[in-house]
Structures are given as C-alpha cells and as structure tokens.
C-alpha cells in the first residue's frame, strides 16, 4: 500500500490512525471555514497554479 520510501511518517499503526482521524475530524472543518478548497490530489502543478492565479486576478490582489 505504501511505496514511499523517503519518508517514514505514516508507517507506523498510530501514526496511519491519526492520519485518519484528521481526514474524517479535521478536514472537514477546515473545509468549512475556507473560501476556497483546491483539491491538489486530482490536478497537477500547471493546473493548481493557474488556478491559484485565476484566483488572485479575480480578488485583485495582484497585476498579471
């Protein structure tokens, strides 16, 4: 199941509960509360920041 092989956070038993309990406890209240949920999971780089950009252009935070 788990084929990453740098990084040993979430191998554990305890560590793969809490990983759990923060997808089906917390992330539901951060998605709550924000403005906007990019999923990154489905979508690659190129997408998440044009995205992003369109994001900034439409709240006029920033001149592209």
Do not use: C, W
């Amino acid at each position: 199941m788990n084929k990453r092989k740098t990084n040993p956070y979430g191998k554990h038993p305890e560590e793969r509960k809490a990983i759990i309990e923060s997808f089906t406890h917390v992330l539901p209240k951060l998605r709550a509360g924000a403005d906007v949920v990019i999923d990154t999971s489905k979508v690659g780089i190129s997408e998440t920041a044009d995205r992003l950009k369109s994001l900034m252009i439409l709240a006029h935070q920033v001149r592209i």
